[in-house]
């Protein structure tokens, strides 16, 4: 992976280490971080690639108004990363494309 | 304290400085208030995780002041609660509406007698060539990263834009020892001398122009090199940003950056009450849309208010003064009043000493024509890739509006569902057509606000009577 393009000061982030995975490696984030803000910390090249022109885009905003984030957060699809909070053993994946539909339940 | 399952007296959607000021001031007057936000914890954008940081300086502490009013008081609260729709009850307009949430994976329905939106700002869309590039961010971004994590870029850090954020973030990157690489000033040259004239009035706010000059003095003293008078800024980059050009005294620059942060001031987030029905009218001086108030907050709709930014920017200490105004006109709207804490009129006079310091900056930080109508090369629409020049075009084959162009070029159609385009979509159909925003309109805005899933929807009981018939 690249170089991230941000890094955590840990004297500015008090409280509990969370342990996520994004796209597979697992990286060690703040309990305030967002999903979208684990992707930047691991150094991802990108959160999701355009469904039109396949270039890769990253979050723009991080604060739910650009929908670039959009990540597979523990297999859902088209989720705004920003606004989701880590939890320990959050599955962060970068969403190719169009987004694909997880089938649904068998009705029980 | 609930009025009844799932019906409250006054419905606040955001609870930054204007809604949680909103709250507390209805509650005080006896209302039963629920409070939607996104976020999981009080502040806003503002003071986001102000509960959990390390304060630093008089706006945090008299920032998680409010947050803890907030949190003492009877209002209810419902962090992660995400609004996709505002409607006035469909009998008669004057009963109230449904506020339609998804929250926790499942959507539901509630009444409120009265709403009050406060979403606040967005940072103004910042159209340049290569803006959609990884590793060109806003610097809200940025410090959002700063506050909630202690997240600091990492590589080398090209800050381009104007305006207070990007003084007070740059000088929050140095405090943390962290050193920008440069900072592109995108100042109008003369945007001073224009704003010269509401320098008197704006005396009265001392402290922050003295805060403002002090962040200059530390970016000047960490030996950060700024360039004055910027324009053109372009990012370029092969899959990520690697470099960033800029004109400044005549002559294109050039400089390797792994992150671009932009600024160009705030607009307020109008999609809510725009849904709602709510009319709405540019702003000249501050070259954004804003809902037409009453002196009581109230919009075109009738019960529906707009409280803080969300109304027109002046900063977070006087969305506070007027949310707690909206929330007092709230309560008042139903035979509610408080005991004691401040009146309306004296609310209303405060807040009056703090607006020369507002049309200054307005005056000083007026984004550059080229922010507002880019060049034909520039994505507008990020979500589908749609260029100035698509939108030109379409205007040229005889669009004579903002739905037009969205229906002919899919601009405005994707996921954002405008948020980053809307601005510029009615801008260019503007210049295009030689006639003002206002004259040529905005984008319909229409719910859900925030994308839903089918499984979400069904999730929905058959009606709110139906809601408020459960246990």
Redesign the interface.
């Known amino acids: 992976m690249?170089?991230?393009?941000?890094?955590?000061?840990?004297?500015?982030?008090?409280?509990a280490r969370i342990a996520v995975t994004v796209d597979g490696e697992a990286v060690s984030?703040?309990a305030?971080?967002?999903a979208a803000?684990a992707a930047?910390?691991a150094g991802v090249?990108?959160t999701r690639t355009?469904p039109?022109?396949g270039?890769?885009?990253?979050?723009?905003?991080?604060?739910?108004?650009?929908?670039?984030c959009?990540m597979v957060i523990d297999g859902a699809p088209?989720r705004q990363a920003?606004?989701v909070?880590v939890r320990d053993g959050m599955r962060i994946e970068r969403q190719d494309g169009r987004p694909r539909i997880p089938s649904p339940r068998s009705p029980s | 304290m609930t009025a009844g399952n799932g019906a409250f007296d006054v419905v606040v959607i955001g609870a930054g400085p204007a809604g949680m000021a909103a709250a507390i001031a209805a509650s005080q007057a006896g209302a039963a208030v629920l409070v939607l936000d996104e976020q999981a914890a009080p502040g806003g954008q503002v003071h986001r995780a102000i509960e959990s940081r390390i304060l630093k300086g008089r706006d945090d502490i008299d920032g998680l002041a409010l947050v803890r009013a907030f949190r003492a008081s009877s209002a209810e609260r419902w962090p992660g609660a995400a609004v996709w729709q505002i409607e006035p009850m469909p009998e008669a307009s004057d009963r109230g509406f449904t506020v339609s949430i998804i929250r926790a994976g499942a959507a539901q329905r509630l009444a409120a007698r009265q709403v009050i939106v406060a979403t606040g700002a967005n940072e103004r869309p910042v159209p340049i060539v290569g803006w959609t590039l990884p590793g060109v961010m806003t610097v809200g971004a940025a410090q959002i990263l700063l506050k909630t994590g202690g997240n600091v870029p990492a590589g080398r850090t090209v800050i381009a834009g104007q305006g207070p954020l990007v003084l007070l973030y740059a000088s929050q990157m140095l405090a943390a020892g962290v050193r920008p690489a440069a900072i592109l000033d995108t100042t109008a040259p003369g945007a001073l001398r224009s704003a010269l004239r509401h320098l008197p009035g704006a005396l009265a706010d001392l402290g922050q122009i003295a805060r403002g000059l002090g962040f200059m003095a530390a970016i000047r003293k960490a030996g950060v090199p700024v360039m004055r008078g910027v324009r053109d800024v372009k990012a370029e980059g092969r899959g990520r940003l690697e470099e960033v050009h800029h004109l400044s005294a005549g002559r294109w620059r050039t400089m390797p950056a792994d992150l671009l942060l932009l600024h160009e001031g705030v607009t307020p987030h109008t999609h809510p009450a725009m849904s709602a029905g709510a009319a709405h009218g540019w702003d000249a001086a501050q070259l954004c849309w804003r809902p037409l108030l009453d002196g009581d907050g109230e919009t075109t709709v009738r019960g529906l208010r707009v409280a803080g930014d969300g109304g027109g920017i002046a900063g977070w200490r006087l969305a506070a003064m007027d949310g707690e105004r909206v929330g007092l006109a709230a309560a008042r709207a139903l035979g509610l009043s408080r005991r004691h804490g401040p009146s309306e009129a004296d609310l209303q006079r405060r807040s009056a000493r703090h607006r020369p310091l507002r049309r200054f900056l307005d005056a000083y930080n007026r984004p550059r024509t080229a922010i507002l109508c880019p060049a034909d090369d520039v994505v507008v629409c990020r979500c589908e890739n749609r260029t100035a020049g698509d939108i030109r075009a379409a205007v040229e084959a005889g669009c004579l509006g903002p739905n037009q162009v969205k229906v002919m070029t899919r601009c405005g159609m994707g996921p954002c569902q405008g948020r980053e385009c809307a601005l510029t979509l009615s801008a260019l159909v503007a210049e295009a057509r030689r006639m003002t925003p206002d004259a040529v309109g905005h984008l319909t805005i229409r719910p859900p606000l925030k994308p839903l899933t089918l499984g979400e929807l069904a999730s929905l009981p058959a009606s709110v009577q139906a809601a408020q018939a459960l246990p």
């Open positions: 690249p170089e991230p393009l941000f890094r955590k000061l840990p004297d500015l982030a008090p409280g984030v703040g305030g971080d967002s803000a930047l910390l090249p990108a355009h039109a022109g270039e890769p885009r990253a979050p723009y905003c991080m604060m739910g108004v650009c929908f670039e959009l088209s920003c606004l909070t």
